[in-house]
């Protein structure tokens, strides 16, 4: 079952093509990798396929509403977590879940519910109480996934979410994406770590506006000639004539 669907999806701002008539298909609870260096068009992508860019032309689905005329409906059955910390700070943990719960729609049973399965999995519970402006970088970034998925959305944006993390913390972030992987939920992730990169099922790389490679990291390396996908990405990479989105 595809979670998201494009066909020659498109965007244009004036005469510049941000992205050129991408098309492909992400199934559920498939980690789907979007790559592509800073200009390539993924950003303009991804906020297409979330609800909040309307394409120029071409076709998508997201979770099977249309991205022209039910973005809103998009929006509700999506998580999305930003490479900038999205979490208010100045309320505590448990302000936070409490607050994007109710956002998302969960009623006072389910936010109850879903703050302690938070707080335990997270090992968080001595800090419910404590200003996330108080955290480490890493439990910040942990809280703000599990917040993204606490509606159990059929699929979540991540938009380099282990920016700026040591490698141990990235690693036990991962192991959270493969948990809800397992439990049906798609995962459309894009990132500057390329080693991160051979931990999806598939991956796409953007290049100019177009997707120039699609398939999983073992199909890339051996069509490319590369031991890594970072060998694949700077060969891909190389080829791009534009410098910036």
């Given amino acids: ?70 973005s809103e409906q998009i929006k509700r059955n999506i998580g999305y977590m930003s490479q900038k910390f999205s979490l208010y700070g100045d309320l505590t943990v448990g302000e936070n879940i409490k607050f994007w719960g109710g956002l998302y729609g969960l009623s006072y049973s389910e936010i109850r519910a879903r703050k302690s399965e938070i707080m335990d999995v997270l090992g968080m519970g001595s800090l419910e109480n404590s200003f996330v402006n108080s955290l480490p970088l890493g439990w910040k970034q942990k809280l703000s996934f599990s917040i993204s998925i606490i509606h159990n959305p059929q699929i979540v944006f991540l938009d380099e979410p282990t920016g700026g993390v040591d490698p141990l913390v990235r690693r036990k972030f991962w192991e959270m994406i493969f948990d809800a992987s397992r439990r049906g939920i798609t995962v459309f992730v894009t990132t500057h770590y390329l080693d991160e990169a051979e931990y999806c099922d598939r991956v796409s790389v953007m290049v100019d506006g177009k997707i120039r490679a699609m398939g999983s990291p073992s199909e890339l390396k051996r069509k490319f000639s590369q031991e890594k996908m970072e060998g694949v990405f700077k060969v891909l990479a190389r080829t791009a004539k534009r410098k910036s989105d």
Wanted: aromatic share 10%; proline share 1%; hydrophobic share 45%.
């Fill in 1 to 70: 079952m595809m979670t998201i669907e494009a066909e020659n999806l498109t965007k244009r701002f004036g005469d510049f093509i941000a992205v050129d008539s991408i098309s492909f298909g992400v199934e559920r609870g498939e980690i789907f990798g979007f790559l592509g260096a800073n200009g390539a068009g993924k950003s303009t992508a991804m906020r297409m396929l979330c609800g909040l860019l309307t394409p120029t032309s071409g076709r998508a689905k997201v979770a099977g509403f249309d991205v022209y005329t039910q």
